[in-house]
């Protein structure tokens, strides 16, 4: 018990980009404009942070490529990504982890999932849900992952974990989950969700949070005149 009520609350991390029109969600265009994919854009980021500041933690972290915006909410620290490939980038984000909060556990996300419910992670971030586990790992539906977790983030064990892994395959997810395994981890695996990649996807993700923000950009869509529903 005296450990459970010692155990340092977690680091939440989100990677994303600033929803800016012609640099994000640009497999969403055609059918939609490059405003719209970015509006899309915006309500997912700001619907995944709405999320997790309901979720316990010691330190929200959004790991930034670009600007901050409105859409930022209070309580959240902004840290610039590094350059390089994405497995270099969600390596230095768990790096910003072990600076900020040292000995606290952190869980990465992606803005690509304005359906998640903010009981996902809680449960299994609680101190006593993380009773010994080393990592969590949630798979995506792509065959890629939503969400990867370390009790204890430190630069040297995610670069170990992730460079060199391939990103968005579809044996991206499987090749990280290999590497988790030969590390010798104790992982924890979250459920599968869908990230929001495609038109489909889109409507999957809207469909399953129809009060979320992201949904109500779609039917906005759907409801302007002149405009791809």
Known sequence: MRAVLAAPPPTLLVIAKAPVPGRVKTRLTPPWTPEQAAALAEAALTD????LSTVPAGRRV????GPPGDWLPPGWQVVPQCGGGLDERLADAFAHAERLAPGAP???VGMDTP????????????AVGR??????YGPATDGGFWALGLARPTAGLARQ?????PMSTAGTGGA?????????LTVRHLPSMTDVDTHRDVRLAAAEAPAGRFAACLRS????????G
């Open 48 to 51: 995944t942070l709405r999320t």
């Open 62 to 65: 959004v790991v930034l490529d």
């Open 106 to 108: 952190a869980l990465l």
């Open 115 to 126: 359906h998640l419910r903010a009981d996902t992670l809680s449960a299994p971030l609680s």
């Open 131 to 136: 009773s010994g586990v080393d990592a969590w």
């Open 161 to 165: 974990l992730l460079l060199g892994v």
């Open 176 to 184: 990280l989950l290999e590497r988790l395994t030969a590390a010798g």
């Open 221 to 228: 869509f759907t409801a302007a005149p002149g405009t791809t």
